[in-house]
């Protein structure tokens, strides 16, 4: 894998090891230590993912993080100190794909960059269309539709509800869910389905269209999708 990664950590240090360890994984890589030199970085260059530090000197690193999810779809790994499930929940919920606490191994930082960008990399042009009912999916173009309206996605949401339609009327647990499209060294934990789930279901518009089987997890009813009431 190659590419431009933007690093915004605000210890040097950090910033240096990160920048080094991906640079011998082959990504070019531009570091800066403010939120607003990171957010300028990203806005004028484009990179393939972005690593971002929370505990940054001028900008709250939750809002650079929503600010960052505006500019695109590019992936985020958040990197921070910050070990609480309500921080990974609401990094989560702001749109990073990812999340790194410190402190942390560096071989470990690639591979989860690795794997997000994996998962954001086109799907291959043989693979098919999957439609449930009215939901259909074109794995090619990576686009969902609704009875023929389009439903705007990111890679994660698309890819959660990918597992689930491949596997209509059939329960797929969290733990399996959590496994298939984050991977098994993913550290948030089910709660992190949970708040996919719950996204996902506010943009389809449609909230009973995924089921909540209590204890265990979720399913998509095989046949036609459930209009609103």
């Not at 690593?51 to 960052?68: A, I, M, N």
């Not at 994660?156 to 298939?180: I, K, P, Q, S, Y």
């Not at 265990?216 to 209009?227: A, M």
Request: with cysteine; net charge negative; charged share 30%.
């Amino acid at each position: 894998m190659s590419g431009l990664a933007v690093v915004i950590e605000d210890d040097e240090a950090i910033g240096a090891l990160v920048g080094a360890y991906l640079e011998q994984a082959g990504f070019n890589v531009v570091r800066e230590c403010t939120g607003k030199a990171g957010l300028d970085a990203v806005e004028r260059r484009q990179p393939r993912f972005v690593v971002l530090d929370l505990g940054l000197p001028d900008l709250d690193g939750f809002e650079l993080c929503r600010q960052l999810r505006g500019t695109g779809d590019i992936p985020i790994l958040i990197l921070t100190a910050r070990d609480e499930e309500a921080d990974r929940i609401i990094g989560l919920e702001l749109g990073a794909d990812d999340y790194l606490t410190k402190p942390f191994s560096p071989r470990e930082l690639v591979a989860r960059v690795r794997a997000i960008l994996r998962r954001a990399e086109p799907v291959p042009p043989e693979s098919q269309v999957i439609e449930v009912g009215e939901l259909r999916l074109d794995l090619r173009s990576r686009s969902v539709t609704i009875a023929g309206s389009k439903v705007a996605l990111r890679t994660l949401e698309f890819e959660l509800l990918v597992e689930l339609a491949r596997h209509a009327g059939h329960v797929a647990t969290r733990d399996r869910l959590l496994d298939r499209v984050w991977g098994m060294s993913f550290a948030g934990g089910t709660r992190t389905v949970d708040v996919h789930v719950a996204q996902l279901r506010k943009k389809l518009g449609r909230p009973e269209m995924i089921q909540t089987v209590r204890g265990v997890g979720y399913r998509i009813l095989e046949g036609q999708v459930p209009q609103d009431a």
